[in-house]
């Protein structure tokens, strides 16, 4: 799931990016910056990914943090700016991925290594 929420974050990167160069942002410096910010997102995220296929200790760590902000965003998303068609499958798939990473299996994978 981690891999899968890395490409959409790749594919959102990439659609910034077509459209801070297409079209006439207010700021383009604030644009690209949310560009950086969105591929550097998508880029640990992979990292992560590849971090827990292999079970390395490290990874649980920045996949929480990054799952804790994400549904901060989708909360805001679905309740302050009224966008629940989009915040709420991120809440759900944020909700998703915590758990399944403090099942019980899951912690005893990361334990045993």
Do not use: C, H, K
Not at 23 to 44: I, K, T, W
């Amino acid at each position: 799931m981690v891999a899968v929420e890395a490409l959409a974050l790749t594919a959102l990167a990439l659609t910034l990016l077509v459209l801070t160069l297409t079209g006439s942002p207010d700021s383009v410096g604030r644009a690209l910056a949310e560009v950086v910010y969105v591929g550097l997102g998508a880029a640990l995220l992979a990292a992560a990914a590849v971090g827990l296929w292999r079970v390395s200790g490290w990874a649980r760590g920045p996949v929480i943090v990054l799952q804790i902000l994400l549904g901060l965003l989708a909360y805001n998303a679905a309740f302050e700016a009224q966008q629940p068609l989009i915040g709420l499958p991120v809440l759900a798939l944020v909700a998703t991925e915590l758990w399944l990473l403090a099942t019980p299996e899951a912690r005893l994978a990361f334990f045993e290594r």
